[in-house]
């Protein structure tokens, strides 16, 4: 029964979570409101907020999970990828605390760890399995054949989905994050109203530049006719936007499950989040006769948890890093 420290620091939230035999007993999480007047997460000032707030995140997820550092079996940490001076504060950290307690270190790919956020639940899916997952960074369809064997079967080759919903939002006018923003006009807006760009890219790829493109001159045009045209059918906007990125979305997964043959599908990232893909995800499972899965909300965005129980599939395999292990900003895997 492995007991395992996880620290999550590779943008702007600093996480804590321990995981004893698989089991989640804490996840902490403490987010950086700082960046907020800059309209986007500022690297310097990132760094900086991960070095106050390590020390009490770790400490309170210890206490949380009623345990102490000397229960500890190893301590796991976010490798890549990431902003690197927000890695480096984990990874310092981590690899400090493993060498004063003489335990194993665990490095984890952080994406990889939210493809298996979905095996948090008691309730998971069962392997083989496909995940997509959506966050501002990164959009990536996945096949996990077990904890250790994950392959990516299609990625975005420019922009990322949360992009495109953050810099929407922007040219919206709505404070950052804007994601959650346009999610919330979403719900009170006609998702057919306004028609934007999709691109129509080969295989299981995506795209999202032309779409935000696209939402730039679409509100140029019709803001020069009327100045006010963006707050008086903010709804319908937004509406209409998030149903365009879901659309693309869902349909390279539908893609992907029918050249795999695999019915057991995941959602999992920060944009797994919005309510408006976790419904539009369950309805087309329903009708294509999947198993759909979704962490819950506190495993969707950046968080340790999802980072713990990648480095206890890890643990149980044997595979440590070594104290020279480094900080990446850019990792590829498949």
């Known amino acids: 029964m492995p007991t395992i420290l996880a620290i999550e620091s590779s943008c702007d939230e600093t996480s804590a979570s321990v995981c004893r035999d698989g089991a989640i007993l804490s996840n902490h999480i403490a987010n950086q409101a700082v960046h907020e007047q800059y309209g986007g997460v500022v690297p310097e000032l990132a760094s900086r907020a991960h070095m106050q707030h390590i020390v009490p995140v770790v400490d309170i997820a210890l206490k ?3 345990v102490t550092l000397s229960d500890l079996d190893a301590v796991a940490f976010t490798q890549a990828p990431g902003l690197i001076g927000s890695l480096l504060v984990g990874a310092q950290f981590a690899k400090s605390l ?3 307690l003489g335990k194993p270190l665990l490095s984890v790919h952080h994406m990889q760890a939210h493809v298996l956020a979905n095996l948090i639940p008691e309730e998971r899916p069962a392997f083989p399995f496909l ?6 960074g990164h ?8 904890p250790t064997e994950l392959t990516v079967l299609g990625e975005t080759i420019d922009d990322a989905a949360g992009e495109a919903f953050d810099k929407s939002a922007k040219l919206l006018g709505l404070p950052y994050p804007g994601g959650p923003l346009i999610d919330k006009y979403a719900k009170e807006g006609n998702p057919k109203r306004f028609a934007f760009a999709e691109p129509q890219i080969e295989g299981l790829d995506f795209s999202f530049s032309g779409l935000k493109t696209s939402v730039l001159y679409f509100l140029q045009r019709e803001r020069a006719q009327d100045p006010d045209f963006t707050e008086k059918n903010m709804a319908d906007i937004c509406a209409s936007l998030q149903a365009t990125i879901i659309r693309i979305l869902l349909r390279k997964l539908k893609r992907a499950a029918q050249d795999t043959g695999i019915t057991d599908l995941c959602i999992a990232g920060g944009v797994s989040a919005n309510s408006g893909l976790r419904n539009a995800f369950t309805e087309l499972g329903k009708e294509q006769g999947w198993r759909t899965f979704i962490p819950a909300f506190q495993y969707c965005t950046d968080n340790a948890g999802m ?15 070594d104290l020279g292990v480094s900080a990446t900003a850019r990792s590829e895997w498949s």
């Open 307 to 321: 980072i713990a129980i990648t480095a206890y599939h890890k643990f149980l395999a044997g595979d440590f890093a």
């Open 139 to 146: 959009t990536q369809i996945v096949r996990a054949d077990s």
């Open 131 to 136: 995940c997509l997952t959506v966050s501002g």
């Open 98 to 100: 493993a060498l004063a």
């Open 64 to 66: 949380q999970a009623g």
